[in-house]
């Protein structure tokens, strides 16, 4: 049990103790039943909510050690060039996924030094697809050759560069792009970007675990980028959720109302919020295209395996930004044309990221679908 709850349950106890000692004085020996009792209806209430409602936390450990080290530019990236492992289990200890990631060094000499995972290598084709995004398109929770580059290069007999990270948002996917593949030749690069409406909550501060990379500002019809993300964005109500539920003992006051601020965060989110996120697109589509490449979305929308507020955002205005990308070559290509979402079996049980069955049928669509030679 936890310290902090520990801490509640002995201060309860005191308070009684205290109002029984003080019984000759009424109104402070009440005042301190009421507080015992209060303390106690929290406690019941709490250990009910830990016991049917809240959803079990994932222990995760990491093997030779955590593939995650801090960054400048991006907030974070991945270590020296290994092989690392990823257990994560239920509370019981049941295994999840016990999956290898194979951490390459960066040999394109251009930009953030930004070691990536193993893709899929051929010497049949003169092009190569460079993958960008998140978890999602890493792969986590898979082996290397189940991740969807590696899956999708075998496919389409071309070689694949698996450049996401983790966690990372359009912010670090715009910044990760600008940084080593704006000035370059892209005649024979395809940039495929899986992408979901919660990529633009993480380039708005919405979540603390990712709140040390860019923050890219609008001015005028350009994007400047003013530093961290903390220094500029960040979930309002959020120590608030942290007083009020007693320095975080009580859970179900600290999800609760941390999902009720995620949710207002989401709600009132700016013109100018959208239009950053939607200029970082823009640019990265105008930039790829000038370079001879080309952009292709692969669009999971408000896919969500926890709850996260994504389904707050306007749809109707991320359409808008993905149909002024037309002009640009860019194609959107919605998930859910290819695979049915409500399917467990295309997800890792609970754990809800793509599954290899998942990714397999996505990426054969993909080297179906994808004219490589245009």
């Known amino acids: 049990m936890e310290k902090k709850i520990l801490a509640v349950i002995a201060l309860t106890v005191f308070l009684f103790f205290l109002a029984f000692a003080l019984k000759n004085r009424k ?19 709490e250990f009910t909510y830990r016991l049917f409602f809240k959803k079990k936390e994932l222990v995760s450990s990491w093997t030779p050690h955590n593939i995650f ?4 530019a991006l907030g974070y990236t991945y270590g020296k060039p290994s092989v690392y492992t990823q257990l994560k289990r239920l509370p019981n200890g049941d295994t999840i996924y016990n999956a290898a990631y194979t951490i390459l060094d960066d040999t394109i000499n251009s930009g953030i030094h930004f070691n990536f995972r193993k893709g899929y290598k051929t010497n049949n084709s003169q092009k190569e697809v460079v993958f960008v995004g998140c978890s999602l398109t890493f792969g986590q929770g898979l ?4 991740s969807l580059p590696y899956i999708y290069g075998a496919a389409a007999d071309i070689s694949t560069v698996n450049m996401a990270g983790i966690g990372y948002g359009i912010h670090q ?11 370059l030749d892209n005649h024979n690069r395809i940039f495929i970007y899986p992408f979901f409406y919660d990529h633009l909550l993480r380039a ?16 005028h019809d350009s994007l400047v980028n003013k530093g961290p993300l903390y220094k500029f964005k960040q979930l309002k109500g ?4 942290f007083y009020l539920s007693c320095f975080g003992s009580f859970k179900v006051l600290k999800d609760n109302l941390h999902k009720v601020a995620y949710r207002a965060a989401v709600q009132n989110m700016s013109e100018a919020d959208y239009q950053r996120c939607f200029l970082m697109l823009q640019q990265m589509a105008k930039k790829i295209t000038a370079s001879g490449g080309r952009l292709i979305i692969v669009n999971w929308a408000d896919y969500n395996w ?3 507020p994504v389904s707050d955002l306007s749809k109707s205005k991320i359409d808008k930004a993905f149909n002024s990308l037309k002009p640009y070559g860019v194609q959107v290509i919605p998930v859910a044309s290819i695979i049915d979402m409500k399917d467990p079996k295309n997800f890792i049980p609970a754990d ?3 599954s290899a069955a998942a990714n397999n049928v996505i990426a054969n669509w993909l080297a179906e679908h994808i004219t490589l030679n245009r």
């Open 238 to 241: 959020d120590k608030l959720a």
């Open 204 to 219: 708005n501060g919405i979540y603390e675990w990712n709140n040390a990379g860019p923050f890219f500002d609008l001015r």
């Open 27 to 45: 109104l402070l020996s009440n005042i301190l039943l009421g507080l015992a009792a209060m303390l106690v209806t929290l406690l019941v209430v």
């Open 306 to 308: 926890f709850y996260k």
């Open 173 to 183: 996917v715009y910044q990760l792009f600008s940084s080593k593949f704006s000035s």
């Open 69 to 72: 080290e801090p960054e400048t």
């Open 352 to 354: 809800g990221h793509p």
């Open 143 to 146: 082996n290397d050759n189940q």
